[in-house]
Nanobody, 131 residues
Framework: VQLQASGGGLVQPGGSLGLSCEASGFSWDDYAIGWFRQAPGKEREGVSCIVASDGAKAYGDSVKGRFTISLDNAKNTVYLQMNNLQPEDMALYLC?????????????????????????WGKGTQVTVSS
C-alpha cells in the first residue's frame, strides 16, 4: 500500500486549499480513505473519511461545513477541499486507508476509522495558516 499526500502550503486565514491523496498497491473498492491531521503538541485528529465503494462520508466536528472530501475512482485519488481555513487548522495532514467490508462499512465505519486510526498510513503534507 502506497499513499502520497500533496497540496499543502501556506494560506491566509479565511483562505482555501485543496489536498490530494494518490493511492496504489491495493484494491481500491476494498478500502476507506481517511484524512487526519497532527499539530505540534496535540493529539492526532480524524478529519474526514470516504468509502471508495459507495462514497459514504464522515467528517470531524471541527471541519464540518468547511471541508469536503471527494474521490476519483479512475485515478485512485481522494481529495480534501478545505475552505475558510483558520490558524487552528494548521497541521501536518496525512492520508490513511482502512480495509473495509464493501457494502457494510458506511458512515459508521468511517467514523470508527477517524476515531481509532486506520490500517495503512502515508507521509503527510504540511498546511500552514498564517497572515
Amino acid at each position: 500500500v502506497q499513499l502520497q499526500a500533496s497540496g499543502g502550503g501556506l494560506v491566509q486565514p479565511g483562505g482555501s486549499l485543496g489536498l490530494s491523496c494518490e493511492a496504489s498497491g491495493f484494491s481500491w473498492d476494498d478500502y476507506a480513505i481517511g484524512w487526519f491531521r497532527q499539530a505540534p503538541g496535540k493529539e492526532r485528529e480524524g478529519v474526514s473519511c470516504i468509502v471508495a465503494s459507495d462514497g459514504a462520508k464522515a467528517y470531524g466536528d471541527s471541519v464540518k461545513g468547511r471541508f469536503t472530501i471527494s474521490l476519483d475512482n479512475a485515478k485512485n485519488t481522494v481529495y480534501l477541499q478545505m475552505n475558510n481555513l483558520q490558524p487552528e487548522d494548521m497541521a501536518l495532514y496525512l492520508c490513511a486507508v482502512d480495509r473495509v467490508v464493501p457494502g457494510k462499512w458506511g458512515v459508521a465505519g468511517c467514523r470508527r476509522g477517524l476515531a481509532y486510526g486506520m490500517d495503512y498510513w502515508g507521509k503527510g503534507t504540511q498546511v500552514t495558516v498564517s497572515s
